[in-house]
């Protein structure tokens, strides 16, 4: 094994280990926007109120030394209040430039279903280029840039659902979920005197986990293993209760899920199993299902994990 990848690894450990003291019992979900942090894509986070999403991307940006900001999503809210504005100075005589809250490191996207498609086309520019672009001028994004989006999945008034282009620009669709009675306990004992979130300190900088996105795209990936990865992705698109399947940035998106997942776990190279177990996160969402699978209460997860058994897992030969 590759002593950087190795050292890596441990840095990468340290850091879930460091934002599990604020957030616990959710290791995996964790684990899992950790790897999206570091193959550069942005998470969206679909669960009940209460369950520690937001604590999550705050403990993330703390244990990283990176620049936070919220945007609470609601039905009034403008693009420009995304953005940012240029406003008049009238001492100057010219319009300067007011950055709005989507120029930080970490951006917690609250509740972004509750605003209108207007709103949520604001981000669509900033998550796949990296830059914005207000008044005809365009505006780098600070780097790192990640986007971690909540969404509650059981009110549906006042609501606008994700369109597709929307939805296929987060490279993971995660859940929490509720704890068990004892990381409840847990949570209150931790809890009695002061939040953990305000002692939680920094265990990686901004440098360092800009080396790390570096390190990802270097871990190898074989032909058969792409190979795997775009006949899962193409088998999407010819399951009979999948209406709509997934597109070749799905195939992007998955290759890139795998090369972190393999750094996450010390290896400098993607298997088949990394393929597998990032598939059903990072495909999901990007599916639209047939009325008649909805009708059987088929999951969109539920169709992958059947179809991803059905596809032939190579096998390497020395």
């Given amino acids: 094994m590759n002593q950087e990848v190795t050292e890596q690894q441990s840095q990468i450990q340290a850091l879930i280990d460091n934002i599990e003291t604020v957030v616990v019992g959710k ?20 669960d009940v109120p209460g369950v520690g999403k937001t604590m999550l991307v705050r403990a993330i940006a703390k244990s990283l030394d990176l620049d936070f900001r919220r945007i609470q999503f609601t039905p009034d809210l403008l693009p420009s209040d995304v953005t940012g504005v240029s406003i008049y100075n009238q001492r100057d005589m010219q319009f300067e430039f007011q950055p709005g809250p989507i120029m930080g490191n970490v951006v917690l996207a609250d509740e972004i279903n ?11 520019e900033s998550m796949e280029e990296n830059h914005i672009t207000v008044d005809g001028m365009t505006r780098e994004l600070s780097s790192p840039f990640f986007v971690l989006a909540t969404q509650n999945p059981i ?58 996105q570096k390190e990802v795209q270097q871990i190898h990936v074989s032909q058969s293993v792409k190979q795997y990865i775009v006949e899962i992705v193409a088998n999407t698109r010819k399951h009979p209760l999948i209406q709509l399947g997934a597109s070749p940035r799905a195939s992007i998106a998955l290759m890139k899920a795998a090369q972190a997942y393999a750094l996450v776990k010390g290896r400098d190279y993607v298997i088949p199993d990394d393929v597998k177990y990032m598939a059903p996160h990072v495909l999901a969402h990007r599916l639209q299902l047939t009325a008649e699978a909805k009708f059987e209460g088929k999951s969109d997860k539920e169709l992958l994990e059947d179809l991803i058994k059905k596809t032939m897992i190579p096998v390497e030969r020395g």
Avoid: C, N, W
Avoid at 114 to 124: D, F, G, I, N, V
């Fill in 155 to 212: 009110e549906y008034e006042g609501t606008y659902p994700l369109p597709e282009a929307q939805l296929d620009r987060f490279l993971l669709k995660l859940k929490m979920g509720y704890p068990v009675k004892q990381e409840e306990m847990m949570m209150l004992d931790r809890t009695t005197h002061e939040h953990p979130i305000e002692t939680v300190q920094p265990v990686m900088t901004k440098s360092d986990l800009l080396a790390k």
């Fill in 27 to 46: 290791r995996e979900t964790i684990e899992l926007t950790i790897v999206s942090l570091l193959a550069k894509g942005h998470v969206l986070l679909e």
């Fill in 114 to 124: 509750r605003t209108s498609p207007k709103t949520q086309s604001a981000l669509l």
